[in-house]
């Protein structure tokens, strides 16, 4: 297609209040369009661009025996109350009630209905271990969405859930998990740092987070050690900086910050175990 009829149209300035490079880079490359707060239109060159993201996403989930499914959007309240997530999980999920009556929720992560899926499907433990994924668009009603892409309302969003027979399964799986969402962001050549984070509202055990290194000043913290901080700026290299003067320092790559990494277009999801009422999930 020749550029001239290709759907796009570039800005001379940015919004005044897109604050990071990337959200006014996107806007004035008019590869965006903001519809409402959180909410974007993609042109077709942001497009073929999240395609190919999601295409490199799929091959590491295909490589690891990944199956790719597609849920529901729209859900039954029953499923999340059956976890007790419906009540639990703040405004940020979006309820309503259909014209029968029925208590339905927009699903902002799916650990409720695979879970009844696969519930339905497998009737033994020697069909385990059972690892499924998809590509899907979902919607959180974020009550501060900013930076662009990188804090939105509606997106799209690579989530994977895995079923074991027991611990050890599930442990060995993890890994082999990790090491494909490391093998995602080295495909796509983005830098990140793997570190543990909060379960949060998904429950489990272990959880690591892929934090997307960038210029300027941030803060990453050590759980295990309260009073240890991770110092990255422009002028400086990363370093572990013992707040209370009695840890030692490693140094790090320079010129970088930390920022939860978002992945590709959608990969919102960390790489987590998840338990749910279920069992290990």
């Not at 295909?62 to 419906?86: D, H, K, M």
């Not at 259909?98 to 519930?119: C, F």
């Not at 570190?195 to 295990?224: C, K, N, P």
Request: with cysteine; hydrophobic share 35%.
């Amino acid at each position: 297609m020749r550029m001239s009829q290709l759907l796009f149209k570039t800005e001379k300035e940015s919004p005044a209040d897109a604050r990071l490079i990337s959200h006014r880079l996107l806007l004035r490359a008019g590869l965006v369009k903001q519809v409402s707060a959180g909410v974007y239109s993609l042109t077709p060159l942001a497009w073929r661009i999240l395609q190919r993201i999601s295409e490199i996403a799929r091959s590491e989930m295909n490589r690891i025996g990944g199956q790719e499914i597609l849920l529901p959007v729209a859900q039954p309240a029953s499923l999340w109350e059956e976890t007790g997530r419906y009540e639990t999980i703040d405004a940020s999920l979006v309820r309503w009630r259909d014209r029968s009556g029925l208590d339905m929720v927009l699903a902002m992560t799916n650990e409720e209905a695979v879970t009844d899926l696969v519930r339905h499907v497998v009737h033994s433990y020697r069909q385990l271990p059972i690892a499924v994924y998809q590509i899907q668009t979902k919607y959180r009603d974020e009550a501060r969405p900013r930076g662009g892409l990188i804090r939105l309302r509606e997106f799209l969003m690579k989530d994977a859930y895995s079923f074991h027979r027991d611990a050890d399964s599930l442990a060995k799986y993890y890994a082999q998990m990790s090491e494909a969402y490391e093998s995602f962001y080295r495909r796509c050549g983005i830098e990140t740092i793997k570190v543990e984070s909060d379960t949060g509202m998904m429950g489990g055990g272990v959880a690591h987070e892929f934090m997307l290194l960038s210029a300027g000043h941030g803060v990453l913290r050590d759980r295990h050690i309260p009073h240890a901080r991770l110092y990255c700026g422009s002028k400086s290299r990363r370093r572990w900086h013992c707040m209370a003067g009695h840890c030692g320092a490693v140094s790090m790559p320079p010129d970088c910050s930390g920022k939860r990494s978002g992945g590709a277009v959608g990969l919102r999801r960390t790489v987590r175990m998840v338990r749910s009422r279920y069992g290990p999930v």
